[in-house]
């Protein structure tokens, strides 16, 4: 069965890009290696240690990100090296306010916008590994995660010797607010569909639907930068947001186009809120065995159904990948005539 990877809805016609073939192969081929790599199903942390700066979108502020290795059974470890190295877990415990952005929180001490770097770092299968910041929000950069993934690509991988754990879901949990809703359902691999729908002539319907892994994110995702609408500026700054916020680091649309143009794909818009999704989904703090689907939602609704997902554990359970994908093969080799006589 062809999987449908990715799909756009353009003013009310549903548009197939020339690009989906290229995506079709790139899924396939992750999916042949990605196997492999589960295979082995060790636990990976960052070979060597990376960096980067910028103002954070948010407060302003400009701060410094190192990526550095860390030992199994660390988790994705944020370290405020400001105040004495701090650490605040990237996990649904810790998220703080939702709004324009997602926030972590833990004892009283903030780190903002976190999703675009646990999205690359999250799809590129890092299950440990510290980030050391000096300030209050993860830099913005160009507002997409092409820069975390450079990061990620300096640093490399390197595998440890514990295996790697996964969160398998069991059984369906929903959030639904309005006409807003977030799904997640059992499977045997980490796929996402993200909807979303705005009222401009520029983005209208727009959904991905994607298996996540290295290549996929990277091809599909990582470029897609962060958007607001030109109208909601002046009431985002009275809020205090948006005060690093550029033409440099977010697209503007204007009432009837964009302000800063090209876009990078026609439909950059549904790519980043599928990319905020998965750096939302890294909040659950173990590779995820499931099924996303987001009708219209947002951080809000994202980082609700990680936090009710994880206080409910009859929702779930912990395996690691042996027994993922193999448990249905055992399955029907039982039930072939060529196992039975073996
Ligand atoms: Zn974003």
């Known amino acids: 069965m062809l999987l449908k990877y990715h799909t756009s809805h353009f003013l009310g016609f549903r548009?197939?890009?020339?690009?989906l073939i290229t995506k079709h192969q790139i899924a396939k081929y992750w999916r042949a290696t990605c196997y492999h790599a589960q295979g082995d199903m060790f636990q990976t942390t960052i070979a060597k240690e990376s960096f980067a700066?910028?103002?954070?979108?948010h407060t302003g502020v400009y701060g410094h990100v190192r990526l550095v290795p860390a030992p199994a059974e660390t988790g994705i470890v944020f370290r405020r090296v400001?105040?004495?190295?701090?650490?605040?877990?990237?996990?649904?415990?810790n998220v703080a306010?939702?709004?324009?952005?997602?926030?972590?929180?833990?004892?009283?001490v903030l780190l903002s916008t976190t999703e675009h770097l646990?999205?690359?770092?999250?799809?590129?299968?890092?299950?440990n590994i510290y980030i050391d910041i000096d300030s209050i929000e993860v830099p913005i950069l160009d507002g997409s995660a092409e820069p975390f993934m450079q990061m990620l690509e300096q640093s490399g991988v390197r595998k440890l010797r514990r295996k790697r754990r996964y969160l398998k879901i069991l059984k369906p949990l929903e959030v639904t607010e309005g006409d807003r809703r977030i799904g997640i359902y059992p499977a045997d691999e980490f796929r996402v569909c993200c909807y979303v729908d705005f009222p401009h002539p520029l983005v209208g319907?727009?959904?991905v639907e994607m298996l996540v892994g290295p290549d996929t994110f990277r091809h599909l995702l990582a470029r897609a930068r962060t958007f607001c609408f030109q109208r909601d500026i002046a009431p985002l700054k009275a809020m205090g947001l948006i005060r690093g916020g550029s033409l440099?680091?977010?697209?503007?649309?204007?009432?009837?186009?964009?302000?800063?143009?090209?876009?990078?794909f026609p439909d950059e818009f549904g790519r980043h809120k599928a990319l905020d999704l998965i750096g939302d989904l890294a909040l659950a703090g173990l590779p995820l065995l499931a099924r996303v689907e987001a009708h219209k939602a947002g951080h809000a609704l994202h980082t609700q159904l990680v936090s009710r997902l994880l206080s409910d554990p009859s929702l779930w359970t912990i395996t690691t990948g042996e027994v993922a994908r193999p448990e249905s093969d055992a399955y029907l080799s039982a039930l072939s005539p060529a196992s039975a006589a073996d």
């Open 15 to 19: 548009v197939a890009y020339n690009l």
């Open 53 to 57: 700066e910028g103002v954070g979108l």
């Open 82 to 93: 400001d105040l004495d190295n701090f650490l605040i877990e990237a996990q649904g415990q």
């Open 97 to 108: 306010r939702v709004s324009y952005a997602t926030s972590l929180m833990k004892q009283g």
């Open 118 to 127: 646990l999205a690359a770092i999250y799809s590129c299968g890092i299950d």
């Open 205 to 207: 319907q727009q959904e």
């Open 248 to 264: 440099e680091n977010a697209i503007v649309l204007t009432n009837d186009g964009v302000m800063n143009g090209p876009l990078r």
